[in-house]
């Protein structure tokens, strides 16, 4: 098993001596600057070799610099929306002589954990939690009579989600001390779509936006002087202008500040030791540039924005293998709407990493990115399919549980032929347990009707998502993995599969594995062992998840001395549980022994060493069918009635 990486190379000068907050406070101003600077070195030095969120880091190093000099954490509350901007908050808490393993096995996390340091006041991962969080810890605070202050740092990629606008809606009903931050750098991972984003240069044409631009550069100007002012109206033609307080934030009860410049620290150490005294909600609005420092990331902000290791020098990237499962759905589902002027296609903010941007080229028209909203991606899909449109809903597994209601409540009951597809379904080894998709069938499979299936290589792939073109009477969803599968060729007449079929790979008596997806490259492994031992193995390619072979599975397990089902998935819930409920109601009594993630959540770090450290390597396996075999000295009667 790989050891916890060694810590970072040396550091420089300002940051060597950095130890917690207390010691940004205590450098003198002049000094920060040239901490910014080491700060963007170090970063871009250290993600060139783990990878990691450079882009969003960069972006924000002013900022985070200029909220440790004001603020006191642990006491004081600071929290990052998703958090893989949270790099630089690291490392002016005590972690930059770490930042070396930040993603590896047993290293930092690349987003922030409250087990990892005090300063971590919450856990994140996901878009739009930010500011529902801090609002109840302020509502805590109140409540116990503390005194901390607690700040929310948004994107304004997530000022598009439902939770942001409703946390909002209960600010001002809720406490009189709240900060928010609105880091405005007009992109997500793709950039920003929809009419919030829009709206906000249409509104410079209302009557009050003159009334607004003057007071709001006379606030700045007092605060920042001439040169901010200036800088306030070089932002007023961008997506957010000035007119944005009176219309929007004023309106959710908050006083609003800014725009600012966000990389002036001296203006923002101003600004927020102003506002941090205040007795009313307040909302600050900062400009910032995404991969601020690094002219590769400024270039290209969707491939900077998380990406793995790269050349410091162009910010040139190994090119992975090709084609990956993502790569093979855009491609096929572009293909499909070709034939079939009836196929959509939605996404939410993630055109690029879903190759939903493949289709979006072929079919301009035909293509929906609803922005970082997934139920209502879900619940937008199942009202075209309403209308007969066949939609293909692309979102990352650990994203698509946010739809759970719409695909139980609108597509599942009601029978509309949305297609579900979950990127990312398995194990997402470096980003840990916040993007893992390892609950997904536990989640989907109890719903009646609803057609579930996982392909075990490329060409399965591109089969089921022909298959699903034709389920006109059901919402149908596939979960597939992150990155390449086995290399099998894609078809070039793709074949339709019957619903709820397996396949037999292999014939057998002894043992039968019961596999999903590509964990069927584990099982021949281990077959192959298995026979050089002398057993007899049979496997079984399941495909559907539901509605299960139930008759397939029943009649070789019968038979059998031992059931193995291998899953990328937890066990709780999953495929294995699903086995276990055929068995059981087909009275068959055969031991069964269920490989796949165990009852907990899952950290980071490669697929090699999560496999070593939970039992999921070809050794491991056999030992325990070994030790179940060892076991069965005697075969009882497995419900055949023989």
């Avoid at 927020?272 to 400024?298: D, F, S």
């Avoid at 269920?594 to 496999?611: A, Q, T, Y």
Wanted: hydrophobic share 40%.
């Amino acid at each position: 098993m790989n050891q916890t990486p060694s810590p970072s190379p040396e550091l420089p000068e300002l940051l060597a001596s950095i130890f917690s907050p207390e010691d940004v406070k205590s450098m003198p101003p002049d000094k920060l600057p040239i901490l910014a600077q080491e700060i963007r070195d170090l970063l871009i030095n250290t993600l060139s070799v783990t990878g990691g969120h450079l882009g969003p880091n960069l972006g924000v190093v002013e900022l985070t610099i200029a909220l440790h000099y004001v603020f006191n954490t642990p006491k004081d509350k600071i929290l990052f929306d998703v958090s893989h901007q949270g790099y630089i908050h690291k490392i002016l808490t005590g972690r930059a002589n770490r930042m070396s393993t930040i993603r590896q096995f047993g290293g930092l996390s690349g987003f922030l954990k409250r087990s990892e340091s005090d300063h971590d006041a919450f856990g994140a991962g996901h878009a739009g939690t930010a500011l529902s969080a801090a609002l109840g810890i302020c509502a805590a605070r109140d409540r116990k009579h503390d005194d901390f202050n607690v700040v929310a740092v948004a994107g304004d990629a997530a000022f598009t989600c439902g939770t942001t606008l409703e946390a909002l809606n209960n600010i001002a009903q809720t406490t009189k001390r709240f900060i928010a931050i609105l880091n405005d750098n007009e992109w997500a991972i793709d950039k920003n779509v929809g009419s919030l984003a829009n709206y906000f240069n249409s509104l410079q044409t209302s009557d009050t936006y003159a009334w607004v631009r003057k007071k709001t550069a006379e606030f700045v100007e007092r605060l920042g002087g001439q040169q901010a002012k200036s800088f306030a109206n070089k932002i007023e033609s961008s997506a957010k202008g000035l007119i944005l307080p009176s219309v929007l934030f004023d309106k959710f009860g908050l006083r609003y500040f800014g725009p600012i410049d966000g990389h002036d620290i001296p203006l923002l150490i101003k600004t927020l030791e102003h506002i941090k005294n205040l007795n009313e909600p307040v909302i600050l609005h900062i400009v910032t540039e995404k991969g601020r420092g690094y002219q590769p990331a400024l270039d290209n902000p969707t491939k900077f924005h998380g990406l793995g290791s790269y050349c410091i020098d162009n910010g040139n990237t190994d090119s992975p293998p090709s084609p990956t499962y993502s790569e093979i759905f855009g491609r096929t589902i572009a293909d499909l709407a070709d034939h079939d002027e009836s196929v959509v296609a939605v996404t939410a903010a993630m055109p690029s990493g879903t190759k939903l941007d493949l289709f979006k080229e072929r079919h301009p028209t035909r293509f929906f990115d609803v922005g970082i909203a997934e139920e209502h991606a879900a619940l937008f899909a199942c009202g075209m399919a309403a209308e007969g449109l066949k939609p293909y809903v692309a979102i990352y597994s650990t994203f698509m549980q946010r739809c759970v209601d719409m695909i139980q409540h609108d597509a599942a009951l009601q029978k509309l032929p949305v297609k579900f597809c979950m990127d990312r379904a398995g194990l997402s080894p470096d980003d840990g347990p916040t993007h893992h998709g390892l609950f997904d069938i536990a989640m989907l499979r109890c719903l009646p009707d609803l057609v579930m299936m996982q392909p075990k290589d490329e060409t399965e792939f591109v089969n089921m998502l022909y298959t699903m073109n034709e389920i006109d009477d059901r919402a149908s969803s596939i979960r597939y993995p992150r990155g390449c599968g086995i290399g099998a060729p894609i078809p070039e007449i793709p074949q339709l599969l019957p619903i709820g079929k397996a396949e037999i790979e292999r014939d057998g008596t002894d043992i039968v594995f019961v596999t999903l997806g590509d964990m069927i490259v584990l099982a021949r492994n281990i077959a192959d062992q298995l026979e050089r031992e002398g057993y007899s193995v049979a496997i079984i390619n399941a495909r559907f998840i539901k509605p299960l072979d139930e008759e397939c599975i029943l009649k070789y397990a019968r038979r059998a001395k031992l059931v193995c089902t291998i899953e990328d998935h937890s066990i709780k819930g999953g495929f294995g549980s699903t086995v276990l409920e055929c068995l059981s109601s087909g009275n068959v009594t055969t031991p069964v022994e269920i490989v796949g993630w165990p009852d907990r959540f899952i950290e980071h770090g490669c697929l090699k060493s999560l496999r070593e450290k939970y039992g999921l390597t070809e050794p491991d396996i056999l030992d325990r069918l070994h030790a179940r075999l060892g076991a069965a000295t005697s075969h009882p009667d497995n419900g055949c009635g023989e």
